[in-house]
């Protein structure tokens, strides 16, 4: 695709559900990031894949956040037993290389936007 | 620990009044200094990265600067259509994969 494409895009969910959040990835892009973004906050780091190998996972915020890329392509971020402070904008990024200027040539998505009421 | 500062909050201009927005940081070792715009509901759009203290970008109506400590976005002449969020970040763990971002200036341009 042309970009980033995120979905839902918006989803409400109950205390206590679980919800899960996919990001298509620009093709071929080998870095794929996951960021969440609470109202009136810059991005704040997740996870970090390189093709179907997650590298980093020291943003996530509890053992209910849980991100997969099993084919290297397609990610998904999955918050079980949600609570109100799960309530953020959830933001994918991809870049096409995992080399120095990585983040000169990296592209959002839209974002999800999750409401736990 | 990495930090990145941004000031002011919010900002509010009437086209054609030129202005400055401020990113402060503190890492051990910059890797380079971002900056995006960021639109209602959409993600943040990538504009500049600055690597050493003096550098200098420019595009249309921005000019980002850096210096040792700190970065401005120089915005001269804005038109309603800069207005948007404009956030700074920093490459901020050990593996310089994850950025830190600031928490943004959030611009408001009236005609």
């Given at each position: 695709g042309a970009g980033v494409s995120q979905s839902p895009r918006y989803k409400v969910a109950k205390r206590g559900q679980d919800v899960?959040?996919?990001?298509?990835?620009?093709?071929?892009?080998?870095?794929?990031?996951?960021?969440?973004?609470?109202?009136?906050?810059?991005?704040?780091?997740?996870?970090?894949?390189?093709n179907e190998a997650q590298l980093d996972k020291s943003g996530l915020p509890s053992d209910r956040f849980f991100a997969e890329r099993p084919e290297g392509s397609v990610s998904t971020l999955k918050i079980q037993r949600t609570q109100q402070e799960d309530s953020a904008v959830y933001l994918c990024a991809s870049s096409p290389t995992r080399g120095e200027h990585w983040a000169n040539v990296l592209t959002f998505g839209a974002g999800s936007r999750l409401t736990v009421l | 620990e990495d930090q990145v500062t941004q000031s002011p909050e919010a900002l509010r201009l009437q086209e054609g009044e030129s202005s400055s927005l401020n990113c402060s940081y503190t890492v051990s070792g910059l890797r380079g200094l971002f900056w995006y715009r960021q639109d209602p509901g959409k993600?943040?759009?990538?504009?500049?990265?600055?690597?050493?203290?003096?550098?200098?970008?420019?595009?249309?109506?921005?000019?980002?600067?850096?210096?040792?400590?700190?970065?401005?976005?120089?915005?001269?002449?804005?038109?309603?259509?800069?207005?948007?969020?404009?956030?700074?970040?920093?490459?901020?763990?050990?593996?310089?994969?994850?950025l830190i971002f600031g928490k943004g200036t959030t611009l408001s341009v009236s005609s």
């Open positions: 899960a959040l996919r990001c298509d990835p620009i093709s071929g892009h080998v870095s794929l990031f996951w960021y969440q973004q609470a109202l009136g906050q810059g991005p704040e780091f997740l996870t970090y894949f390189q | 993600g943040p759009e990538f504009l500049f990265t600055l690597y050493s203290a003096g550098e200098e970008k420019e595009k249309e109506r921005l000019k980002a600067t850096l210096t040792k400590k700190e970065s401005f976005l120089h915005i001269t002449a804005p038109k309603p259509e800069d207005s948007a969020t404009y956030l700074c970040a920093v490459p901020g763990n050990q593996a310089g994969t994850a």
